[in-house]
């Protein structure tokens, strides 16, 4: 079983930066798609920004130009640097992974697996 361990998280003040990181474990066969969400009280969660099949980015535009995601395959792990902090980026922040399922050496499927979430609270 993948399991996911995210760090990182904290309290800042407005205009600060934090770097998040989510660590992958287990069993992997790819990683190919993963990427952070967040979700703050009484909203719904949102992609922040993640890779996607050929490598492709994308970004929530109320953090292009602030946050930048990255990765380094061969440790397993992701990161996302959030520069610029403002209050309303205050939200638990997810990490996310999208593990193929293979059925007779081909992709059937994915099947999503989430970190634990890391609260990060920007201060006015």
């Known amino acids: 079983q993948v399991q996911l361990v995210e760090s990182g998280g904290g309290l800042v003040q407005t205009g600060g930066s934090l770097r998040l990181s989510c660590v992958a474990s287990?069993?992997?066969?790819?990683?190919?798609?993963m990427g952070w969400y967040r979700q703050a009280p009484g909203k719904q969660r949102e992609l922040v920004a993640g890779?996607?099949?050929?490598?492709?980015?994308d970004y929530a535009n109320s953090v292009k130009g602030r946050f930048t995601i990255s990765r380094e395959i061969g440790k397993n792990r992701m990161d996302l640097q959030m520069n610029s902090l403002k209050p309303e980026d205050t939200a638990v922040y997810y990490c996310?992974?999208?593990?193929?399922?293979?059925?007779?050496?081909?992709?059937?499927?994915?099947?999503?697996?989430w970190g634990q979430g890391t609260l990060v609270t920007v201060s006015s």
């Open positions: 996310n992974v999208q593990v193929p399922t293979i059925t007779r050496g081909v992709v059937s499927g994915y099947v999503e697996v």
């Open positions: 287990g069993t992997i066969y790819s990683l190919n798609r």
């Open positions: 890779f996607f099949d050929g490598g492709k980015t």
